[in-house]
């Protein structure tokens, strides 16, 4: 029997919980900037698959302010069976959509935001406003970007422009800086044109959590120059992510990924030319 994947870690006054949704099924084809051979040699020296590489795809929970904060929200029901499971790790939180207050959301691709509008075409979550910063906005909302975008992509343009119509008014556009109380947001471009990493900042602890810096983490913490073909602009994401790594290493701050392997919270430190996980030690008290 399925069980949620919830878990929760304190990070000052407030709370931090590692939502799973499921994993999306991979092809090391996706893969660019490395030869496939190579790819499946340190999938496989990561104890990963090279044949049937999995995606995981995480969301997080914030809780201790105003009202509960979601960051991203999941596949939702258009996807295939392995994902989509974010609303019962809500139930398992003991919290109904009714009681998420705000939604940020760090980039518009259909594993971040189908799980924001339900099959009947209704705001999964009636009570929250939507966060979306500005200039992902501007990539995926502008007039015309459907009928420019090509055959393949048209259909997120289209899921895009959903989530607007569906949440009207409750849509806020933000740049950089802080979009609540102790969080702000981080410009992480590349990935898409407004991909964004949200700081939580409380007490004398903060959390990054960085979005799509990383998919594979057993390929690209070793060779951060490395891509998926998701990447709108394949350059600029992998000098975002070098950037992003060696801060993090340097500053030994705490990060958290959407595509990190659950539940997705950890440091990063320098290995050699590239760099490695350092999953977080959880415990009760966490």
């Not at 189908?114 to 200039?135: Q, T, Y």
């Not at 990383?214 to 951060?224: N, S, T």
């Not at 500053?251 to 990924?257: D, I, N, P």
Request: glycine share 12%.
């Amino acid at each position: 029997m399925a069980r949620p994947g919830v878990l929760p870690w304190t990070l000052g006054d407030r709370v931090v919980v590692a939502l799973n949704d499921g994993f999306l099924a991979a092809s090391l084809g996706l893969v660019q900037g490395i030869p496939v051979d190579e790819a499946a040699c340190l999938q496989r020296d990561g104890f990963r698959s090279a044949e049937t590489p999995r995606i995981t795809v995480n969301a997080f929970l914030i809780l201790g302010g105003r009202a509960p904060v979601l960051v991203d929200a999941g596949m939702g029901s258009g996807g295939p069976a392995t994902l989509g499971h974010l609303p019962s790790a809500l139930r398992a939180c003991g919290l109904a959509p009714e009681d998420i207050g705000t939604v940020l959301v760090t980039h518009l691709h259909s594993d971040h935001i189908g799980g924001l509008v339900g099959p009947d075409g209704a705001a999964s979550f009636p009570n929250a406003e939507v966060v979306i910063p500005e200039a992902e906005a501007a990539y995926w909302l502008a007039d015309g970007a459907e009928a420019r975008a090509p055959d393949a992509a048209k259909a997120g343009f289209r899921r895009a422009v959903a989530l607007a119509a569906t949440y009207g008014d409750r849509l806020r556009r933000a740049g950089a800086g802080e979009v609540l109380p102790g969080i702000e947001a981080v410009p992480a471009p590349g990935h898409t044109p407004g991909h964004t990493a949200y700081r939580v900042q409380s007490g004398d602890r903060s959390l990054l959590i960085w979005g799509d810096v990383v998919h594979l983490p057993a390929i690209q913490f070793a060779r951060p120059e490395v891509g998926l073909t998701f990447d709108v602009d394949g350059a600029v994401a992998a000098a975002t992510r070098k950037r992003i790594l060696d801060r993090a290493a340097a500053e030994r701050s705490l990060v958290a990924g959407m595509h990190l392997d659950f539940p997705a919270l950890g440091y990063v430190r320098r290995d050699g030319a590239g760099f490695a996980w350092v999953p977080e030690q959880w415990s009760v008290a966490s």
